[in-house]
């Protein structure tokens, strides 16, 4: 929590995960046969889902 003049905010939030249900690379994996079907090759290292970062 932040003190702001007009009373309190969030500064910041941190979410810790406890549970997980279902298949936790699903997303991974529809990108990866995305990518595989139009010839994209590999995501490059340390990309978001295979989008570049500059």
């Known amino acids: 929590m932040l003190r702001a003049p007009d009373g309190r905010r969030i500064e910041r ?11 936790r690379g699903a997303v ?3 990108v990866a046969r995305t990518r595989a079907k139009r010839g994209m090759g590999q995501p ?4 978001c889902y295979g ?3 500059s």
Do not use: F, K, M, S
């Open 51 to 53: 989008v570049e970062r």
């Open 28 to 30: 991974a994996e529809a």
């Open 44 to 47: 490059v290292p340390g990309g």
């Open 13 to 23: 939030l941190v979410q810790h995960v406890g549970w997980v249900d279902g298949n």
